[in-house]
């Protein structure tokens, strides 16, 4: 983490603080949705109480909306303005809180803001995993804050342990459940034996998910959220293209089913990792955890972020990973903390962000679970492990259910590259005795 003061010519607007007067901090919102519209609710009920433990008083001195008619509760419509572009430009405003989501407009906007000398709160996953290590860079060239605490798990503390506690850390491994319509969905299979399509429609109707659920279940959401970590996590410019996604929607109760007899529970993941040569693996899929790991026991909508390193060992952070009230807190914390920093003339820098030497899926190490649908003969499991063999794939354990034509093996393997898999796999799938391949789903160690 690098501190530093601002760069000639860069304003630091703050109202003097004489006799006991609070600095007044002024906050311009982009966006008044369901973050939006909660950040400024909170704002308002917590400021007396901000200010008598911090002796700054932030206040909202507009919105920008693209609406001016709707009603907002708890929002002052005389607050309200349609004109984002002057909101920024605004020299009464000291602090940008953006929640209007977007890419490209919305990184103008905060491009404007950085060259105004105004710090930057965001929760927008989309463009930090597009353009993070620009807008980290443009900050840390204003000697302005760039504050997304908000944009990974929403309710966890966790980007400013990374940015701050563990900077010094030499981690080595981040797992994530980091998409609660997800691990909503994976819970209900779990828990209750709900099929996937029904677990789906339960999330929609209770609003966990969306009408159209893509971004969620396919692992995009979550895959934004793991290029966000692994830039913070090992300081080098990760981007959305960087990262390996695979979602969640061939997962079967019967998939479910096996992994518990097996002793795991099924999560969609985002694994971080860092390796020995200093590459960076960064993948987001289903994975078999072990039932006794802290992840397993993560249910419902929670998100929980689990670290390992040489120093620490392993710690965990869970908690509210999505919703309008949870985002705000670690928003309005956020907000709190970028305006001490304006007040000190100073800001926190992630400092220069090398391109990451990106680790392909092909060449990641893992165990896997592997179900084949196989002729129940003499011969045929000798056939099949021979194959495992031939590509250096060495099982761990199997399985068979059931006889006959209903014969299914279930394999786990030993750590494995997984282009040697992928190799198994397609030899596995010329044989004669073998009529399907089943499931494939990588696992994490005990």
Known sequence: MIWSTPRAGVRVAVACRCMGEARTITLGVLGCGTVGTSFCQLLTAQCDEIERRTGLRLEIGSVAVRDLAKDRPGVDRDLL????????????????????????????????????????????KELLALHGPELHQAASDAGVDLALEASVAAGLPFIRALRESLVGEDITRVMGIVNG????????????????????????????????????????????????????????????????????STITAEDISNAERLGYVIKLLAVIERNADG?????????????????????????AVYVEGTGIDQIMFYGRGAGGHPTAAMMVGDAIDVAINLTAG???????????????????????????????????????A?????????????????????????????????????????DLGGLDVVKNIGQVLRVIGD
Request: aromatic share 6%.
């Open 181 to 248: 319509t997800t691990n909503y969905i994976l819970s209900q299979m779990t828990d209750h034996g709900a099929g996937y399509a029904d677990a789906l429609a339960e999330a929609q109707r209770l609003g966990f998910a969306e009408a159209e659920p893509s971004a969620d279940v396919d692992g995009f959401d979550a895959g934004s959220k793991a290029a966000i970590i692994a830039t913070l996590a090992f300081g080098q410019a990760v981007r959305t293209g960087d990262v390996f996604v695979e979602g969640i």
């Open 81 to 124: 303005t349609d004109d984002a572009e002057s909101l920024v430009s605004d020299d009464s405003i000291d602090v940008i809180v953006e929640t209007m989501g977007g890419v490209e407009h919305t990184m103008e906007l905060v491009l404007r803001a950085f060259a105004s000398g105004k710090p930057v709160v965001t929760a927008n």
């Open 279 to 303: 590459s960076i693996a960064t993948r987001v899929h289903p994975t078999m955890v072990p039932d006794a790991h802290p992840l397993a026991s993560v249910r419902g909508s929670f998100n």
């Open 386 to 426: 021979g194959v495992f063999g031939n590509h250096r794939v060495s099982i761990r354990s199997m399985e068979q259910e059931g006889m006959g034509d209903e014969a299914r093996l279930v394999f786990i393997t030993h750590d494995a590259v997984e282009a040697n898999l992928r190799s198994t796999l397609s």
């Open 346 to 384: 100073s800001h926190r820098s992630v400092g220069p962000l090398p391109n990451a030497s990106v680790r392909s899926i092909e060449a990641i190490t893992s165990a896997y679970y592997v179900s084949v649908d196989a002729r129940d003969e003499p011969g045929v499991l000798a056939a099949i």
